[in-house]
């Protein structure tokens, strides 16, 4: 079982950046592939980015590549996200998530098996 818990959303003007954080706990953090999503109300939650358990290699979606950075701190079992150049169509509930150990990058939200609860993030123009 894995527990996580995002923080860092908030409100930012077009332009502006966040960082978010998704504490992880609960199992070995250090061989776990994380990624973030995002879901806006009425929309299917979509993929952002991810980091392979090793730290070696990440994936991200075409709308925030170069714009966005994900990266993992496993001495504190912590995954970042750090958003620049934010667009109100970035404004969304981000999500962070987990899948099993020793994984692949996966951008399908079905292949993920652990959730956090979610940090609003709301962009203004």
């Known amino acids: 079982q894995v527990q996580l818990v995002e923080s860092g959303g908030g409100l930012v003007q077009a332009g502006g950046s966040l960082r978010l954080s998704c504490a992880a706990s609960?199992?070995?953090?250090?061989?776990?592939?994380m990624g973030w999503f995002r879901q806006t109300p009425g929309k299917e939650r979509e993929f952002v980015a991810a980091?392979?358990?090793?730290?070696?290699?990440?994936y991200y979606a075409d709308s925030v590549k170069g714009r966005f950075t994900i990266s993992r701190d496993n001495a504190k079992n912590t995954v970042y996200l750090q958003m620049n150049s934010l667009k109100p169509e970035d404004t969304a509930v981000y999500y962070c998530?987990?899948?099993?150990?020793?994984?692949?990058?996966?951008?399908?939200?079905?292949?993920?098996?652990?959730w956090g609860q979610g940090t609003q993030v709301t962009v203004s123009s």
């Open positions: 998530a987990a899948r099993r150990s020793y994984a692949s990058l996966s951008i399908y939200r079905a292949e993920y098996d652990y």
């Open positions: 609960g199992r070995t953090f250090s061989d776990v592939t």
């Open positions: 980091i392979h358990w090793s730290g070696l290699s990440t």
